[in-house]
């Protein structure tokens, strides 16, 4: 997945995930869904802390690796992966172990009136100057 934050990405994951059917749904989320964004959350409360940006991504690069080595059918990766670099190992371990790899981009990053509605509905109240920062430096695949 790749999107600014509050475009939606976690929405598609889930609308993909559930016309698999409950049963599927249920397992990908225990096993096969990773955030970066789900180490920053401490009895359900998201506490972003920079200093462990680092270390949490390598963490969740680890787990999602960790699912392919396991065979999981689906295995997804909901970061905002606004350059390329930032989703290059992703992409690169899952073709490795035989995955097929799908990037899905949601919304349309360069769109000005994108980033407000962003500004308006990212979950973890990042702010509109920062969110039209990462808008002007998505990487968008030609």
């Not at 390598?58 to 997804?76: G, R, S, W």
């Amino acid at each position: 997945m790749r999107g600014l934050p509050g475009s939606g990405k976690s929405t598609w994951v889930n609308e993909f995930i559930e016309q698999l059917g409950v049963d599927n749904a249920i397992h990908i989320r225990q096993y096969g869904y990773f955030s970066t964004d789900s180490y920053f959350v401490r009895n359900g409360e998201y506490l972003f802390n920079p200093k462990k940006l680092t270390q949490y991504h390598q963490a969740n690069l680890t787990a999602f690796i960790n699912a392919m080595a396991h065979n999981e059918p689906y295995v997804i990766c909901d970061n905002t992966n606004v350059c390329r670099w930032e989703y290059m190992a992703y992409e690169a371990a899952a073709k490795a172990l035989g995955y097929q790899v799908r990037v899905v981009v949601t919304g349309e990053p360069k769109s000005v009136e994108h980033q407000k509605l962003c500004a308006k509905r990212n979950q973890h109240k990042v702010p509109l100057a920062l969110i039209t920062k990462m808008g002007l430096m998505f990487e968008l695949d030609d």
